[in-house]
């Protein structure tokens, strides 16, 4: 059997080595199952070189590597033992798995200690290292290598032996065995083998030899061995296989068709030149790495102090220059796509990427695109087969051998830009958990490879976490207003022409779209924003109701789209059928429908709708096949198993289509065994709670009419509720529904919308999207008038109430908590005129939009001028403290609080501010208050007690104490401590330090506290 030697490392550089090193520990531990391995992970006391979640079991995996030329000892091992050992203490419920890799191996007495220990840990040498990486296909075998090199060898003419020792190298291009050669016995030759199993030419080799050189090794003293020279292939050839190849990529991708969409025959046989229509998109971190970062926050652990920002958004081109492997999730139409098709051509043709101002890192790569709808029976095959076989699709067929030498140098070189499309698109789980696997060990064996896979949300989930190792996860960003403008003014540039009146129109709609919320929502979508705009063209106007809207599209696909191909659709037959569909997919739970299914179900609805589809012409195939090629409203998606055999699956173009016509087959009863006593609430009642049908509530109930009260009132009465059981429907939800409802503009009496809007305000926090869409909407002042009487007259909710106004308040001045950005100093002047204003509603919204203010927009952001103006609001607020007026004691406990966390006040500027406090605690009629008072008492920092900022307390007061110390409220119990400590009752400092000492509530006074008890003198330092 073959002799192979330890692992070397190719790089002198102490950084760089640490990289190289990381990369082979991550490679193997994705290999043993383990997903997300972490480097160099501080603990308290004790430092682990790795950690990992296992990707199907509950248990973690703790590392120990080395990589140094002595073999490792017991001691090291012992060491590593111990740090293991707390981390399953730290963990019972966890399974914890310790390894100790080291390359060059274990001393015989380390080996011996550990059998008799029973194997405490896994022990790895650079043999099984190499034995795991080759049982998954990331390195090729040795003989295979030696297969290559013999090769290499019978090239070069002289008579050499080959030796049966190995070697393998990790070098930034990639995992290399090395072949050496003899003659007379003297190593005289070498040959060098990529981790796929072919040479390296004499130009990449050059680089490993001098990597070698500059670590100490030899390789550089013999003489290398270079593949032979193909003798069918010649450079000519490649290079006609290479510019057939952007021939085709320029073809498939340089223009934009409005293919699937509502073209009339005018826009629809035109190609819209890719630069000219596209609009570069910008990506968010994505919603599973921002869960992972909470986690490690959490658990205490160091967090990546480079990761992204929630909601940052961030473009394309500048995170492709930072990270070239990465996973760009999505929902359908986003434009994850027409992005695949921008990175093909832009990479393709280099003259074409500065034609568009998206910042693509400017990067010599072989664009090699994979559209997963596409692979058929080839989604189980090796990536680097799949992309050879891309010269059979492109017609190439004279040049496929040539195409994949092609292939392979970028491969080995790492100029290739590798762009998957569509990931969710192959539609069985376990084929596309297949193809990751193999994307995995691609991505492994070629290291500096690029890679750009998309995927919808949905169809990502099941493989993310196994990607997640190899590539950085983001969503693509909504539009943003700029884009939608962009777009707006691109699309009517392309398809009306260049001309002043166009432009003015374009810019008039653009305004349109962004100003009115709900179509906003539409247009944030590129697929959506573009339909929009057809409906603009084919009705002359754009609606605004996303139900008008919703069915003007659906129209629009239905009649006018694809005419000169397929007779128009008669809406009559075609809607309610559709919405039979939709409902009942909606019921099951699915997006996606067999077409054995969907044959069951339109022969169910011509039987239960015989007075709607009773003299259909069309048969059920018929239709299913005309509604797909004549709108593609419900389209083929892809194909599943089903009862052990592969059959086609259906889906809804978008998935806002599949809600709308759920919501008018409720409506007008076109859905599966209906009764003619059937109401709307009695047919969503057992759906209210299924975050799915979220969005057919609302447009249900806009296309209901006057039929919505009874559904109205039903949310408003469990707004009220305090949800006992996750089976109900909670207040928040309920009010969200009824949110939308409003949004949508349903019909309702005056008194019920105002009461509706009220339970929102109330059951709603801050801050609140959905509050701020209220406000902006066609009800946005009985909102505000219902909040303000509500919060003057309210003993409850105040919390809930008082955010609201402050919310509404900052967005009436021009400033909203989610700008991020400082503002005017006109904000300053006009917070100061409500906090000064002689109306007590006006100092409480003052002093409530100050609380929202400075939660929102922290200190640590804001300017030395605007931090200075903080602290001149103290009076205003103090003012309102010492009313007579509850509500205004709330406002101002809760400016407070927030002044407080933000060091713009503390009570030493007014120290009998703490005696306000505790008077509001103790005796203030509103629960509400209470709650705030107690707060703000926990908040405010510790001051010297000589300050005396309390009276001397009676018997009563220091009962009071007592017993909110005993409560089990956190902030009762901290303000307990706090006015205990002004006091020095009931308990004395020893007692007080002692009970500081044992708390766990404190964040902001135990330590401050505790260092003013010890400095004392009366407590013991123990």
Known sequence: MESIKNIRILEKEANKRGDLFNRLMKDLFLVLGYDNPRFNIHKTGREMDIEAGHRTEKKRMFAECKATKEKSGGDDINKFVGALDAEKRKSPDMGVEGYFVSLSGFKESAIEQEKEAGNRVILMDGQRVIDELIRVKIIVTPIKAMECAVHCAAGHGENLKADESFELLAHDTGWIWVIYFLQNKQKTHFALIHADGEALAQEPARAVILSDQLVGGDLHTLEYLPPPGHPSILDKQVKEAHEKYLHYLEQECGDITLERMPADQEVGSRRLNLENIFVPLHLVISTEQEQKQDLLASAGDVLDKEAPQKQERHPVGRVLSECTRLAILAAPGAGKTTLIKRLAVAYAFPERRALIADKLPDKDWLPLLIRCRQLGAAVSSPISDILCAIAARAEMNDWKGAFSLLVNRALRNGNVLLLVDGLDEISYEGSRVGFVMQLRTFLATYPNVSVVVTSREEGFRIVGGALSAQCRHYRVADFDNDDIKRLTLAWHKEVMGDRPEVREEAEKLAKTICESDRVRQLAKNPLLLTTLLLVKRWVGQLPTRRSVLYGKAIEVLLMTWNVEAHAPMELDEAIPQLAFIAFTMMKEGIQRISLRRLNEVLTLAREQMPEVLGYTRQSVAEFIKRIEYRSSLLMLSGYDIENGTLVPMYEFRHLTFQEYLTARAIVEGYYPERKDDDTLLGVLKPHLNDEKWKEVVPLAAVLAGRNVQPLVQYLIEQCKKL??????????????????????????????????????????????????????????????????????????????????????????????????????????????????????????????????????????????????????????????????????????????????????????????????????????????????????????????????????????????????????????????????????????????????KESTLFDRNQSLMFKVLLNSGTASAS
């Open 723 to 996: 949800n006992k059981s996750l089976q109900e429907l909670s207040p928040e939800k309920s009010a969200f529904l009824l949110g939308q409802c409003i949004l949508d503009e349903i019909q309702l009496a005056p008194k019920l919308l105002e009461e509706a809007l009220e339970w929102i305000a109330r059951r709603t926090g801050s801050p609140s999207s959905l509050i701020l869409s209220l406000f902006g909407g066609r009800y946005g002042n009985v909102l505000l008038e219902v909040i303000r009487d509500a919060y003057i007259s309210s003993d409850t909710d105040l919390h809930s109430l008082g955010g609201a106004l402050g919310d509404i308040y900052l967005r009436r001045m021009g400033w909203m908590w989610r700008d991020q950005t400082e503002p005017e100093p006109q904000l300053y002047d006009e917070i100061t005129q409500l906090l000064e204003n002689d109306n007590a509603l006006q100092k409480a919204i003052g002093a409530l939009v100050v609380s929202v203010f400075t939660f929102y927009f922290p200190p640590k952001k804001l300017s030395s001028d605007w931090k200075r103006l903080l602290k001149s609001w103290d009076d205003a607020i103090l003012s309102s403290l010492y009313s007579e007026i509850p509500y205004l004691h709330f406002a101002a406990c809760w400016a407070f609080i927030f002044l407080v966390e933000s060091g713009a006040w503390t009570p030493g500027h007014h120290p009998d501010v703490l005696s306000r406090l505790l008077d509001l605690w103790k005796n203030s009629p509103l629960p509400d208050v209470k709650r705030t008072a107690r707060y703000a008492i926990s908040a405010m920092p510790i001051i010297d007690r000589e300050f005396k900022p309390l009276p001397e307390p009676d018997a009563d007061s220091i009962q009071f104490i007592e017993e909110m110390y005993s409560q089990y409220d956190l902030f009762a119990k901290e303000a307990a401590l706090v006015i205990a400590f002004y006091w020095k009752k009931p308990w004395t400092d020893d007692e007080l330090a002692e009970k500081v």
